[in-house]
């Protein structure tokens, strides 16, 4: 009877351990899921972070040299100024003073003070105007300045306690530490002993040193009722509890509020009697104890709010040190916030209302620019004006709401979880992969033990007892590891929504940051193009625009042009042009613009079109039906000109441009072309080129015996005598065909094939065919033959070396035509062909002609313009290399906006807790089995399989 027991529990026991072993592969196969989807996201993650580095970089040396340009000289751009402080961060703004500093020689402080002196007495006495001290306050680090208002509240005889509660109260925690650090290397004592010093009241003193010390509570959630009601009773006693006119107990109140925030402050005040917790906190505490226990239950903006509009209304003047120490120490978002929360509280006078009526001059402009948000400062002044780079959100916003996004899903995966689910996907991952699941294999009893003696059937009821032992220890340590893995499950579901979260913030940074760059490049091209004439040196406004122009991507050209039609209803490459006038360089800067844009549908275009087909079309409009080309060139066409595009364009490019032309000329480009160069082999040449049908599959193998007829053919009837017999002759027409359709490989193989077999002089075809033939034929077959950017860098190499005057025309056309990515290959072309770089051979051949021309292009060929930035699209390509400009590359790891800057401060953690989880997984899968060699020994009537299936578990979580 014991013995069927012990079986029948055995039983049960091995469901349960297959049970729980299928949960638990079903678990361990969701967080493997969500390690890969982490392993995918993390790598979006960092590109992003990266690029807005490199944007930003890029931003702070751009506003380095504006603040420069703002200062320089007689007088001080004032409005320039304003409009880059108050559009940063703080972080912005230490990146640009770092940039400035290296640059320039002095800090932003230094230079604010030396520009921006009181018009009485400054030049005398130093001391700043108003402007000039509230864009001191934005120049300076965060901690520090918080530090230097800290002690100002407690220099001299007395104590500023208003100021000094409005100071510390409305600092987090994260910002407090850094104050106290600050002070500390200042001041050379610790900001708590100054404080012990300062205030003598011991109430106020200790709620006061409590609060320095940053601990108090951000989660911004209510207590709990049970938690509130019993602070509220706590509270009410200590009221009670005061004698007379003495002071309260202050420890237990201090202790309360040494860690609360605003929304625990009210929750306390909902059970506190008849909510009258302000009221009994100003009958019974007063002065500033009261003063710093009411500004604990207040928010942030409230608190400042108030602030202002005492610094506004209640003197007779205005006491701008408030304003300067609020609006100074806050951000563009900052301040929009604070703005609607004094609006709010003061609807009878909005806060821009109240500033444009008690502030004048340059001064009411930079508060202005504080407060009111880019949409509002459009419509109330300039469409014209920047955006802040960065997002709408305060940094500590943007975390609050990851939190609450990343709360939400852990509870959702707690809700949602179903160990049906996790034991079905189990079962199923053993089925599609072949593998047996573990299981126990339970021997068979028919009761025939009866002829066993005792000691016999004692020893086996023994054995089972302790099988059943060992599966009722696994079962249990499974347990245990399913409610691990559970946990691990949550949390990873909890890291890949906060980091999609991180992601879409991020995404959105990037596209501010982008605008923001885009429309500054428009502003810019628009002044220095308009002004070029007014400038005492056109070689900067130059070097400025070719800044702009050459070293953006097309997408961020694009973006800029968008901006630059939306503001003045142009195009900005045709602007450009119309200023520069009919220049060499305003025609460079003039392709590269329209070669990165679209085009219509306008006058001329039905659709919208790539600028380049566009640019082509202009270009081949212009061969064709030039009268210098039919003076110039026999054939009645620039020749030049046509081999460079129709040659070095693949088939979809020319359908593409063949398109383009009938669209804006109403006829097909064949037609266009047989009128102007007539029926010849030069046509044919040409027409078989826009059929669009080469071969440009570098796989594609050689045909040997259709390339050796036509080299034999070539070498005994000679190449000039095919090329003059036209299409009438097979030959011909097959040697036009090859041109037109074979692959590079074909024709190299052709190439060279020729060569060996020309013993009577051993040139090669293109040496032959220069030999025999007019230039332009010549040229139009060495175009074939070379590959596309060794035919373009030949083409330039012309332009230098066989003319008398070297053709700027054909080298701005090529090069501004040009993709970024191709100028590399182009360079690496002329330099292997010619044992030169072309950046020596255009300095020798017009660096003294041209000189602007000539740093344009060094410039797009080298990225090293000023403020130079390399992106394609807004993907940054040179993230990893960083940027080429030294003067940039130096802060590329500097410069964070707050979303970044809070990322990657939470990052680490996030990218730390997939490592400790993969640690704990091999753990985890051990542990089942820590009581299986115990259970092999005492069982050896078992079945020889039951060791194997014990182990199984760990093996195939391993696998």
Known sequence: KNITTALELMKVLKTDFHRLTMIHTGIKLGIDDHNARISKIQ?????????????????AERDADDIRRACKGFGTDKEALVEILTNRTDEQIQAIDKVYQTKYGMSLIKQMREELTSAAGGFITGALSDLGRFLENKCEPAAERDARLVYECMKGFGTSDTILIELLVTKSNTEMAALRGAYQTLYKEPLEQRLK???????????????????????????????????????????????????????????????????QFDSINEYYPNQKLVHDIKEFCGGDHEQLLLALGKPKYTILSQSIHKALTSGATVDKEALNRILGSLCKFQCVTLKDAYN??????????????????????????MILSADARKTAANPKHMTPIGTNNEPMDDFAEIQVIGNKSYQKSIDTYNDVTCSDRGEASFVQRNIQPPSVSIPEWDGAGVSMDSKALTAMLSEYNNTNNGLIASNQQLHQDISTAKEMLFKLSKQVDEMNAWLEILGVNKKHIRKHVAKRD????????TNIGTFTTNTVVWDILTGIVCQRSRGQISDANAEFFLMYNQEMGAYVKKCLGDTDFSKFLYYIITSSCSVGPNAEYSIKYDGGYALDVEFITQAIS??????????????????????????????????????????????????AIGKNSYNLLFQGCLGCNRDENPLTPVDVASATYLVDCLINQGIKSIWDSGVDSSVCS?????????SDNQLKYINELFKQKNVANAKDLLDEAKAALDAPIAKAICGRFLNKYAFLAKCIYDCMENTMITDRTTIVRILGRARKEEIPLICDAYKEKYQQTLVVALTQSIGKNSPNLLRSLRSFIFDDAPGAAEFEDGIALGV?????????????????????????QQQPQMVQQQPMMQQQQPQMMQQPMMQQPMMQQQQPMVQQQQPQMMQQPMMMQQQ
């Open 522 to 529: 428009a502003l810019d091209i628009y002044k220095y193009a």
């Open 880 to 904: 990893q290399a960083g940027f080429k400009s030294s003067s940039i590359s130096k802060y590329n790891s500097v410069v964070a906006v707050p979303v970044a800057q809070v990322v990657q």
């Open 197 to 263: 010093k300062e205030i003598t009241f011991e109430n106020y003193r200790n709620l006061m040193i409590a609060v320095v010390t940053g601990a108090r509570d951000e989660s911004y959630q209510p207590y709990e009722p049970a938690v509130a009601k019993a602070y509220a009773n706590v509270i009410k006693q200590t009221f009670k509890d005061k004698f007379c006119c003495c002071s309260i107990n202050g420890k237990k109140i201090n202790a309360i509020f040494a860690t609360i925030n605003f929304v």
């Open 344 to 369: 709010k509280l003061y609807p009878e006078l909005p806060l821009e209302s109240a500033i444009e009526k008690y502030l004048s001059g340059p001064y009411r402009d930079a508060c202005l620019h």
């Open 734 to 742: 097959q040697f036009l065909t090859t041109l037109a359709t074979a």
């Open 43 to 59: 790598p979006q993650f960092d590109e992003l972070i990266n690029e807005k580095k490199s944007y930003l970089a890029h931003v």
């Open 626 to 675: 030039t009268w210098s080309a039919w003076l110039t060139n026999s054939s009645g066409v620039d020749d030049n000109i046509l081999l460079e595009l129709l040659f070095t364009r693949s088939n979809a490019d020319l359908k593409m441009l063949k398109i383009c032309y009938a669209d804006k000329n109403k006829k097909t480009l064949e037609e266009d072309l047989a009128v």
